[in-house]
C-alpha cells in the first residue's frame, strides 16, 4: 500500500530564508507525486506533479521538488520566502493505475515571519 | 463555472440526521472525486466517479455513505443517520481526461452536534 509522511507539521522561515518542507513517500510501484496547497478558506491548489518524467520538477509561485528514488523523496523548496507563501502544504502520491485516487500526507503549515 | 462548486459551505446538524452535500465540476470533466478532511489530516479518499458511474468507492466508510452523480456533472454525496465522527471538510475535486491533475473546490464543512 502506498502511504506519505510529511515530517513537520509546522515550519516556520523568516521571509527571504529558504523554503524546505519534508515529504516521503511508500510505493510499490513508480509513484506519481504532487503538491498542493492550501491558503486559508480556499480550495487545493496544485504547485507542481512528478510523473515519471525530469526528476527535478518546476512549479508554481517559485517552488520547485526534486523527486529522489533512493531516499523515497520529494521534498519542496523554494529559495526565498514570502509572506503570501503562508499556507499548509500536502504532499500526495497517487497510483500509475490512472484513477488519480491520492493518497495525502497530513501537511504541513508554513509560517512566513516578517 | 469557473471552477468546482461546492454547496452548502457550511452545515450543522444534529445527530441522526440526514444530510445531502452537492458538487457542480468544472464543465467538461468527466472524473470527480470525494475527499474528506477531518481536523488535523490530509484528505482522504472516498470515492471516485468516472461519468455516471462509481468507479472506486473503495474509502466510503460505512454503509450511511452514499454518492450518485446520475446524469454524469453535478454529485451528490449522503449521509445518512449522522454521528458527531462524520465532522469534517468534504472536499470535492474534478478532472479532465488524462490531465493528472485534480481541481478541488472549497470543501462543504459538515458539523454534527
Known amino acids: 500500500a502506498q502511504s506519505v509522511t510529511q515530517l513537520g507539521s509546522h515550519v516556520s522561515v523568516s521571509e527571504g530564508a529558504l523554503v524546505l518542507l519534508r515529504c516521503n513517500y511508500s510505493s510499490s510501484v513508480p509513484p506519481y507525486l504532487f503538491w498542493y496547497v492550501q491558503y486559508p478558506n480556499q480550495g487545493l491548489q496544485l504547485l507542481l506533479k512528478y510523473t515519471s518524467a525530469a526528476t527535478l520538477v518546476k512549479g508554481i509561485n517559485g517552488f520547485e521538488a526534486e523527486f529522489k528514488k533512493s531516499e523515497t523523496s520529494f521534498h519542496l523548496t523554494k529559495p526565498s520566502a514570502h509572506m503570501s507563501d503562508a499556507a499548509e502544504y500536502f504532499c500526495a502520491v497517487s497510483e500509475t493505475s490512472g484513477t488519480y485516487k491520492y493518497i495525502f500526507g497530513t501537511g504541513t503549515r508554513l509560517k512566513v515571519l516578517a | 463555472g469557473a471552477g468546482v462548486s461546492q454547496t452548502p459551505s457550511n452545515k450543522v446538524t444534529e445527530k441522526g440526521k440526514y444530510v445531502e452535500l452537492r458538487c457542480d465540476p468544472i464543465?467538461?470533466?468527466?472524473?470527480l472525486y470525494w475527499y474528506r478532511q477531518s481536523l488535523g489530516q490530509g484528505p482522504e479518499f472516498l470515492i471516485y466517479?468516472?461519468?455516471?458511474?462509481?468507479?472506486?468507492d473503495s474509502g466510503l466508510p460505512n454503509d450511511r455513505f452514499f454518492a450518485v452523480r446520475p446524469e454524469g456533472s453535478v454529485s451528490t454525496l449522503k449521509i445518512q443517520r449522522t454521528e458527531r465522527g462524520d465532522s469534517a471538510v468534504y472536499l470535492c475535486?474534478?478532472?479532465?481526461?488524462?490531465?493528472?491533475?485534480?481541481?478541488f473546490g472549497e470543501g462543504s464543512r459538515l458539523t454534527v452536534l
Open positions: 464543465s467538461g470533466h468527466t472524473a
Open positions: 466517479f468516472q461519468g455516471t458511474g462509481a468507479a472506486d
Open positions: 475535486a474534478s478532472s479532465g481526461q488524462g490531465t493528472g491533475e485534480l481541481f
